[in-house]
């Protein structure tokens, strides 16, 4: 049997200090986009984000469902710029969380019917997901949680997430 505080870094928990509010959220994100007017119509398009407010050709911020914003999107240090090249530090993807699998579906569809390729799609057992990028390659996940009581767990208790392929069909019945 492990100590503890073992068992704390086990779950990623600072041994001795509590974990974080539960309730916590990440709250947006900013992008570095090389054109501003390409990526408000890529979000505002293609996902149905709002503008909440733009400052001139510099920066805009998006929202779902009126909120200050979720996607803030700046041009000050990329303007005309390009993607990091491989091999380099910086976002691996952002994700947009869904509020149920029809949701989703209707996310995907509207992604197809506007032409956004698809990188691939997993079902996590936790969550199913689908990845694509950004016209800037930023990388994207769409996703819908499973509820907490059908997670995937090991005889401890642990999470036991696995990557098995989603039926993309299957979340297009969704909205049949």
Do not use: C
């Not at 990329?78 to 947009?96: E, K, Q, V, W």
């Not at 059908?150 to 979340?171: A, E, H, I, K, N």
């Amino acid at each position: 049997m492990s100590s503890p505080i073992e068992q704390a870094e086990y779950r990623g928990q600072t041994p001795g200090e509590p974990p974080i509010h539960p309730d916590t959220r990440i709250g947006h994100v900013h992008l570095k986009v090389s054109n501003l007017d390409r990526a408000i119509r890529f979000y505002r398009d293609a996902f149905g984000f709002e503008l909440m407010q733009q400052y001139g050709r510099e920066a805009a911020f998006l929202s779902a469902g009126g909120y200050h914003h979720h996607l803030g999107l700046n041009v000050w240090e990329s303007r005309n710029g390009s993607p990091p090249p491989p091999g380099t530090t910086g976002l691996y993807h952002f994700a947009i969380l869904y509020p149920n699998r029809k949701e989703l579906a209707r996310a995907f569809k509207r992604l197809i019917d506007h032409g956004v390729p698809i990188d691939g799609a997993a079902d996590h057992g936790v969550s199913e997901a689908i990845y694509l990028h950004d016209p800037d390659d930023n990388g994207i996940e769409i996703y819908v949680d499973r509820p907490r009581d059908q997670w995937p767990r090991r005889p401890d208790g642990s999470l036991s997430m696995v990557t098995r392929p989603l039926d993309l069909d299957g979340l297009l019945r969704e909205l049949a």
